[in-house]
């Protein structure tokens, strides 16, 4: 049995996890998702020659808005400023959706970002401005003016969602572990914040066993969200 104590306490915060099952085929239906949105097809309910429900529509956006918070995410991992702040940061409240600034970099907001009480974002994209200025702006202009990017930002806003901003940084709260019996199977209990994945820091964890599949495989974010 592995020790656990090495565990991080914080972690990247993917919008879908693309190494589940389900982001596996969210991945697949970016073709789908971009080819849509470019003629706004996802607006009228319409996916090439067929139909789209509510539920499909909904996912189908969901996947496109997550496709564009990664991209930027990916950028801030890259360069290590998913924990920290960019000029020109918007900060998200922990354990909620509220988000201020952009506003000068101070010792109380370093206070709160080392506490755990604000977290960098990156945006969920809709219709309006972005909140950031500065070297935060330019970086998520940048990061999101390809071309599938645009059709997914334009695609986006005709559905009449509205510019949002998710943290960069999740950090799962009251977590136990142990080992009820000889199985090996480890039994593995944490708190997140609403609209984080379990998968997300499953995956940090290290590789997971399906047992409703009786395969090796990822968790799915639809079975197992926490």
Do not use: C
């Amino acid at each position: 049995k592995p020790s656990w104590s090495h565990l991080p306490s914080v972690w990247t915060q993917p919008f879908f996890s693309f190494d589940s099952v389900a982001s596996r085929a969210a991945a697949r239906d970016q073709l789908v998702v971009g080819a849509a949105l470019d003629d706004h097809a996802v607006v009228d309910g319409d996916v090439g020659m067929g139909r789209v429900g509510r539920e499909q529509r909904g996912y189908l956006l969901s996947a496109a808005r997550s496709a564009l918070f990664n991209r930027v995410l990916a950028i801030r991992v890259g360069d290590g400023s998913w924990e920290r702040a960019l000029d020109g940061e918007v900060w998200v409240l922990d354990g909620s959706r509220s988000v201020f600034g952009p506003e000068p970099w101070s010792d109380v907001l370093a206070g709160r970002l080392a506490a755990f009480d604000i977290h960098p974002s990156a945006p969920l994209w809709g219709s309006g401005e972005l909140r950031t200025t500065g070297d935060a702006h330019r970086m998520e202009r940048a990061a999101l003016d390809d071309a599938e990017s645009l059709a997914l930002r334009a695609g986006l806003e005709a559905a009449g969602l509205k510019q949002e901003r998710r943290a960069t940084r999740l950090r799962p709260l009251d977590m136990t572990w142990e080992w009820p019996d000889s199985t090996g199977l480890l039994a593995l209990r944490f708190t997140l914040p609403p609209g984080a994945y379990a998968t997300t820091v499953l995956a940090e964890i290290g590789d997971t066993i399906d047992g409703t599949a009786g395969r090796h495989d990822r968790l799915s974010e639809k079975n197992h969200r926490h």
